[in-house]
């Protein structure tokens, strides 16, 4: 891909320092002063010329000024720096020009740009370019599985893989004839792999979608390999930000699908962020991925307020006039659930919080949820998938995540950092060894529970099976109380 970034013209060194030598070839030796006692009007003149240049104009008669030698390096500094990034866009190609590029050096995922007389062909699992150039007479071809969790190999093997095929127009060209044909791009990418668990549905699929799609302004069309259709009930109100153009399902559509540009695979920049620098704009930062959902979900929230007005407009008149700070609570059953639930709910509203518990299941909306979180000026939670709903509430607001034993590094790295790039105000409470049910169940010297890390160290499996599907919480009230009485403070201040 590099070869097609736009080449920085040589800049030229004025060479002017060089004429000083001349100009001021003064020595001490009463010698030279008798040899040069002539020209002495035109030194002062020469020297009062090119002092005028020092003043007036050094970016354009003389050699710069350190600090215009500065902004240069920092130039080629950002010129560079830019080079060396994953790519924001796909490369700068002529209107004519037909290609394949593959960007392979990112550790989260591949992406490839393809720009011709590209036809989509799903029987065969995959996506031609038919050349006109004579760049061939013979086949080309290249392979992706447009999945953005790269490095882990297990779950990779079970993405459907992509082949993405150079032919000669001349050659073939009667083969896989246009049967829809479309005037805008192509994005491809797969809902397969972890699709189903909500983090993942977000951090693999929504927002690397977003990052990939933005720049073409909703002038796109989506083009999914393993497609699910409850996933396209489920955020068809966030892709309706994305794209104007109906969802096409790859594996099922055999139609021949023609574009004259597409992406394969979608950019992602980390846990549940955007990342401005990586942006084609410079400026886009995950809130205006928070703003795409509040777009999507506004229309459904005014029905609902509007619907909730009519059934019970004057208890929610009277309401509202007593409004006090809202604390949206996720509930978890079974593992990492808190034993104590309704007590922390008790003391959570004698503090003076309104509190709405919230237990989401597959089927439940995701714009009521939304309407929850956006008015609510805290959401509390234990670790887990569920903590993606971060993204709901509005920044500013304060974001408490309960820490499970042997859950702080995945709870500060998938949830924590990404609030804190949101604007939330996050407080990770990480329980003692006294609130885990793991408390009662090894000795008080085992290090599962006083070396957390010493059991993590040794694998995945291990985390998951003690920590993540093996405990349960039950909240020291007195030390809890302090996080809710200071949330409390800031939400009504």
């Not at 796909?90 to 050096?105: A, F, G, L, M, V």
């Not at 791009?185 to 933005?214: C, M, Q, R, W």
């Not at 924590?416 to 000795?443: H, N, Q, T, V, W």
């Amino acid at each position: 891909m590099r070869q097609n970034l736009k080449k920085v013209a040589p800049i030229k060194v004025d060479e002017s320092p060089k004429l000083f030598p001349y100009v001021f070839r003064f020595k001490n030796s009463c010698g030279n002063c008798a040899k040069r006692s002539k020209p002495k009007l035109i030194y002062l003149l020469l020297f009062s010329l090119i002092s005028s240049c020092f003043v007036f104009a050094p970016d354009l008669l003389c050699f710069p000024y350190p600090s215009a030698l500065f902004l240069i390096d920092s130039s080629i500094k950002e010129i560079e720096n830019r080079v060396s990034e994953s790519h924001i866009e796909s490369p700068k190609t002529s209107q004519n020009e037909e290609s394949i590029s593959c960007d392979r050096t990112g550790y989260r995922s591949d992406i490839c740009f393809m720009k011709g007389d590209i036809r989509t062909h799903s029987p065969s699992s995959s996506i031609f370019l038919y050349a006109s150039n004579d760049l061939t007479d013979h086949v080309l071809q290249d392979k992706i599985k447009p999945y953005t969790r790269k490095w882990e190999t297990s779950i990779m093997e079970t993405i459907h893989e992509l082949k993405l095929v150079t032919k000669d127009v001349k050659l073939f060209g009667d083969k896989h004839k246009c049967e829809v044909i479309h005037e805008v791009p192509a994005v491809l990418f797969s809902t397969g792999g972890y699709t189903g668990n909500l983090y993942h549905e977000f951090n693999d699929g929504l927002i690397p979608l977003y990052i990939t799609s933005k720049r073409f302004n909703k002038k796109v069309v989506f083009v999914i390999a393993e497609y699910h259709k409850w996933w396209e009930m489920k955020y068809g109100d966030v892709l309706s930000q994305l794209s104007d153009y109906p969802l096409i399902d790859f594996n099922k559509d055999k139609r021949t699908h023609c574009f004259k540009e597409a992406i394969v695979g979608l950019r992602i920049h980390g846990e549940l962020t955007v990342d401005p620098s990586q942006m084609q704009d410079d400026r886009t930062t995950i809130n205006e991925f928070r703003n795409v959902l509040d777009r999507a979900y506004r229309p459904r929230i005014n029905r609902l307020d509007r619907l909730e007005e009519q059934r019970f407009h004057a208890r929610v008149a009277k309401r509202r006039k007593a409004q006090r700070p809202k604390l949206a609570l996720f509930s978890r059953t079974g593992s990492r659930g808190i034993t104590n639930e309704d007590l922390m709910v008790q003391l959570a509203q004698r503090i003076g919080f309104e509190v709405e518990v919230l237990r989401p299941d597959r089927t439940t909306e995701l714009a009521k949820i939304y309407r929850v979180l956006n008015s609510s000026k805290v959401m509390v939670g234990v670790h887990g998938a569920a903590m993606t709903h971060f993204l709901f509430i509005k920044p500013g607001s304060i974001f408490i995540q309960i820490i499970p034993l042997g859950t702080d590094w995945a709870a500060e790295t998938y949830y924590g950092e990404p609030a804190k790039k949101l604007g939330l105000d996050y407080i990770g409470y990480k329980i003692l060894p006294r609130e885990s049910s793991l408390y009662e169940k090894y000795d008080k010297d085992d290090p599962i529970l006083r070396d957390p890390n010493s059991i993590t160290k040794k694998g995945w499996q291990f985390t998951k099976g003690i920590y993540l599907n093996d405990q349960k919480v039950r909240l020291d009230l007195h030390r809890f109380k302090k996080v809710l009485v200071d949330a409390y403070s800031k939400s009504i201040s």
